[in-house]
């Protein structure tokens, strides 16, 4: 049982020193892309809110509306 488990130690290694240069790399990009998706899915939801806002607010006095829909 301790030479497979030492196997697999070894095996291990080898894989985490190959990759020691790809992996980080990789999810260094990968955090930055979606950092930019999640910003960009904010910067559209807020557009959008703010088109409802001012289509509801189409009677030209907002003071009237607003006082009404509380």
Not at 36 to 44: K, P, W
Not at 46 to 57: P, S, W
Request: glycine share 6%; net charge negative.
């Amino acid at each position: 049982m301790s030479e497979n488990s030492g196997r697999l130690f070894i095996f291990l290694m080898d894989l985490a020193w190959r990759c020691r240069i790809s992996l980080p790399a990789l999810l260094t990009c990968s955090m930055a892309l979606l950092g930019q998706a999640c910003v960009l899915h904010i910067n559209i939801s807020t557009r959008t809110i703010r088109e409802q806002q001012f289509e509801g607010d189409s009677s030209g006095d907002s003071s009237e509306s607003d006082a009404s829909s509380f």
